[in-house]
């Protein structure tokens, strides 16, 4: 266990300095995974997952504050819109993936999930399914969708904009206020005593009610009871009593890396180049899905096409947000929208492959 903890953080520190998205995790993945596929020496206790869990699902809820639900009652329709289609969206490409390359149905499922990367291989772990693939493959998306979809938005929102000959309607500004600025948008940074004592404090109550969700054998219960509880922090007004700093979300990556490396084998090396065609294939049924919803957004929620566009886009939140802002579209809106997705998804998505799979 000692060799895979120092490795994973090596190997996440180098991930980080990268500033390639998810590095972190990445790196400290291939670190462990590399070692453990030689070495067959790494191998951490069960309860690092649930902390793990408990953490990612902590991240998540600190995101949810009043603010937030305010304007998601605003976006009402384009959220259940984006939440419902996103989700079907990935079981009917799970279902593809399934049939042409075999992979058992969970493993498909939470490989094609419109979820972030670290959530899905954290609740693969629990649910037993191939960890180490799906993290790939969601590599493998972010790697592949983050360079292409912002020009290729842009392009898309131009073509149309000359074709109507007329300017778009611009998103309501009523539904920006109050701005967010990250994804997971956090409480105003303490400092010295505070910002430890914050740190502990919102960890110690991610990881008490993580475990109180592992406890009813719900399919991602750890993260669904970890992100409620922060959130209800959040939301109840006492937003100031949670905060969790980069340091901690570069921990947590780490360990997640680390843990998703542990399940690798040489076995799991050598089959690694198989998913290059399925990775392809997920992330052509995705864009394809992403301008389809886009343009739906577009002519019913009444949203720019530009903000439709990146909201409903399979990758990172933050990035999103940040890109759509420097093209025209409206970044918080975006946020929000992104947030709904992945919050429904962590939610909702494992109890449907649960029943989907007989799992």
Same mark, same amino acid.
């Given at each position: 266990?000692?060799?895979?903890?120092?490795?994973?953080?090596?190997?996440?520190?180098?991930?980080?300095?990268?500033?390639f998205?998810?590095?972190?995790? $990445?790196?400290?993945?291939?670190?462990?995974?590399?070692?453990?596929?030689?070495? /067959?020496?790494?191998?951490? %206790? &069960?309860?690092?997952?649930?902390?793990?869990?408990?953490?990612? /699902?902590?991240f $998540?809820?600190?995101?949810?504050?009043?603010?937030?639900?305010?304007?998601?009652?605003?976006?009402? /329709?384009?959220?259940?819109?984006?939440?419902?289609?996103?989700?079907?969206?990935? $079981?009917?490409?799970?279902?593809?993936?399934?049939?042409?390359?075999?992979?058992?149905?969970?493993?498909?499922?939470l490989?094609? =999930?419109?979820g972030?990367?670290? &959530?899905?291989?954290? $609740?693969?772990?629990?649910?037993?399914?191939?960890?180490?693939?799906?993290?790939?493959?969601?590599?493998?998306?972010?790697?592949?969708?983050?360079?292409?979809? %912002?020009?290729?938005?842009?392009?898309?929102?131009?073509?149309?904009?000359?074709?109507?000959? =007329?300017?778009?309607?611009?998103? &309501?500004?009523?539904?920006?206020?109050?701005?967010?600025?990250?994804?997971?948008?956090?409480?105003?940074? %303490?400092? /010295?005593?505070?910002? !430890? @004592?914050?740190?502990?404090?919102?960890?110690?109550?991610?990881?008490?009610s993580?475990?109180?969700?592992?406890?009813?054998?719900?399919?991602?219960?750890?993260?669904?009871?970890?992100?409620?509880?922060?959130?209800?922090?959040?939301?109840?007004?006492?937003?100031?009593?949670?905060?969790?700093?980069?340091?901690?979300r570069?921990?947590?990556?780490?360990?997640?890396?680390?843990?998703?490396?542990?399940?690798?084998?040489?076995?799991?090396?050598?089959?690694?180049?198989?998913?290059?065609?399925?990775?392809?294939?997920?992330?052509?049924?995705?864009?394809?899905?992403?301008?389809?919803?886009?343009? @739906?957004?577009?002519?019913?929620?009444k949203?720019?096409?530009?903000?439709?566009?990146?909201?409903? =886009?399979?990758?990172?939140?933050?990035?999103?947000?940040?890109?759509?802002?420097?093209?025209?579209?409206?970044?918080?809106?975006?946020? !929000?929208?992104?947030v709904?997705?992945?919050?429904?998804?962590?939610?909702?998505?494992?109890?449907?492959?649960?029943?989907l799979?007989?799992?």
């Open positions: 266990m000692l060799w895979g903890m120092l490795l994973a953080v090596a190997g996440g520190l180098l991930g980080y300095k990268s500033k998205p998810g590095g972190a995790m $990445i790196f400290s993945m291939l670190a462990v995974g590399i070692f453990n596929a030689f070495t /067959g020496l790494v191998r951490f %206790p &069960d309860q690092f997952t649930v902390i793990g869990q408990a953490l990612s /699902g902590a $998540i809820g600190i995101g949810l504050n009043r603010d937030m639900l305010k304007s998601v009652r605003r976006l009402f /329709g384009a959220a259940v819109l984006v939440a419902v289609c996103m989700q079907m969206a990935g $079981i009917a490409i799970g279902f593809m993936v399934h049939i042409s390359t075999g992979l058992p149905l969970t493993t498909s499922f490989s094609s =999930a419109p972030g990367m670290a &959530d899905m291989t954290l $609740i693969s772990l629990e649910m037993g399914a191939d960890a180490a693939k799906i993290a790939v493959l969601h590599s493998f998306r972010v790697f592949v969708v983050l360079p292409i979809v %912002p020009p290729l938005f842009k392009l898309i929102d131009k073509y149309v904009r000359v074709r109507s000959k =007329a300017i778009l309607p611009a998103a &309501d500004s009523g539904d920006a206020q109050p701005a967010v600025k990250e994804a997971q948008a956090v409480s105003a940074r %303490p400092a /010295g005593k505070a910002l !430890i @004592l914050k740190n502990l404090q919102t960890v110690l109550i991610a990881v008490a993580g475990i109180a969700g592992n406890l009813t054998g719900m399919p991602a219960g750890t993260i669904i009871f970890s992100m409620a509880a922060v959130a209800v922090c959040q939301i109840s007004g006492n937003g100031n009593r949670v905060y969790l700093s980069k340091n901690v570069i921990a947590t990556q780490m360990l997640v890396g680390a843990l998703v490396g542990q399940t690798v084998n040489s076995e799991e090396i050598l089959s690694m180049g198989n998913l290059i065609t399925v990775g392809l294939l997920m992330i052509g049924s995705y864009l394809a899905t992403n301008i389809l919803l886009g343009f @739906l957004l577009h002519a019913l929620c949203l720019d096409l530009t903000t439709a566009l990146f909201a409903t =886009a399979p990758v990172g939140v933050a990035d999103m947000a940040l890109i759509a802002s420097d093209i025209g579209g409206n970044g918080p809106q975006v946020a !929000i929208l992104q709904v997705r992945l919050s429904s998804v962590v939610i909702f998505y494992p109890q449907i492959i649960s029943m799979s007989g799992n």
